[in-house]
């Protein structure tokens, strides 16, 4: 049984009459699910990944204390915390009164504040810059059992992914960082007999690559541990992940390196490909780095459109 579905199953079997008999006036105001940090929030749960933080659990996400105050939350902890201690074969973690830093009684403002540093909706632009992916891929992933006022649920909407602008900044950043890495700096440290700084090079492609793929599929960029497994699951160049790979994970003797030079360039072929599909660039060569202009003259917003181009580069 994954991870998400153990938890789910454990709210229904008692988290949900829990609420329904000692809280009924309060059910329907508070939302109810799995998000945030660990595999299982992402469908990436196995028995590896089980050595730590996983057990049957859930969120009870809790509106401002105008609605819920602290002594209903407290006595909402408390009959968290009294729940089943197992629940299908695997043990509850032990939790103090006041219940898990991850599961249990959490405020919605506090959640979002810990994943994106605001505590609902980002309105400001430019804020979308500082908020790292990995963060927003934590506020926006795993599943809400439950949400009537669909309140905790609507703020996720609206997190659902980057504005266009914010995309097309991010993605002109990556593609001119994969053509300095990849098409400019590999070779040349070669050329030198760098080895180490070829890897290096040839390592920094690969990362501001999956960047860019995932920004084409408009989806975070999850925790750098979990990024092949997630980029294997995409719509858009899942096929990438082996060649990626093999740059990653072999030398540069000169057979190999003669290789990976020709990999890099098919990459970017297929990247520029996938450009040119969603109409983000006019383009017309396999230079990523006039790519990287062009998506930049996409933004709409002029001060962003002017701010330079590596503004938005993590």
Request: hydrophobic share 45%; net charge negative.
């Amino acid at each position: 049984m994954r991870g998400i579905e153990l938890c789910r199953g454990f709210y229904e079997a008692f988290g949900a009459p829990m609420l329904h008999e000692q809280f009924p006036q309060y059910e329907e105001v508070i939302a109810v699910g799995l998000a945030g940090a660990g595999s299982e929030c992402f469908g990436y749960d196995d028995e590896v990944s089980r050595d730590h933080d996983f057990e049957p659990a859930f969120c009870l996400f809790l509106p401002d204390e105008d609605v819920i105050d602290r002594r209903t939350a407290f006595l909402l902890e408390r009959a968290y915390a009294r729940l089943p201690k197992e629940f299908g074969g695997v043990a509850r973690l032990r939790v103090s009164p006041v219940g898990g830093s991850r599961h249990g009684v959490l405020r919605m403002d506090d959640f979002f504040r810990e994943k994106t540093g605001h505590p609902g909706r980002i309105t400001d632009l430019t804020a979308w810059f500082s908020v790292p992916e990995q963060g927003l891929a934590e506020a926006t992933n795993g599943e809400v059992f439950r949400d009537d006022v669909g309140l905790f649920t609507s703020i996720r909407s609206a997190l659902r992914y980057f504005p266009s602008d914010v995309r097309n900044k991010k993605l002109a950043a990556r593609l001119l960082l994969m053509a300095q890495s990849g098409q400019y700096n590999y070779a040349r440290c070669l050329a030198h007999g760098e080895s180490a700084a070829a890897q290096l090079a040839a390592a920094e492609f690969v990362r501001h690559t999956l960047a860019v793929i995932f920004l084409l599929n408009e989806r975070y960029l999850p925790y750098y541990k979990w990024q092949f497994r997630a980029l294997r699951a995409l719509p858009l160049l899942p096929e990438l992940a082996q060649p990626l790979e093999f740059l990653l994970t072999t030398g540069n003797d000169a057979p190999l390196a003669e290789q990976k030079v020709g990999v890099i360039e098919d990459i970017a072929f297929r990247i520029i490909s996938a450009l040119q599909a969603q109409s983000l660039t006019d383009a017309v060569c396999g230079d990523l780095e006039k790519h990287a202009y062009s998506v930049n003259d996409r933004v709409a917003d002029s001060n962003l459109r002017n701010a330079h181009i590596l503004f938005a580069a993590e």
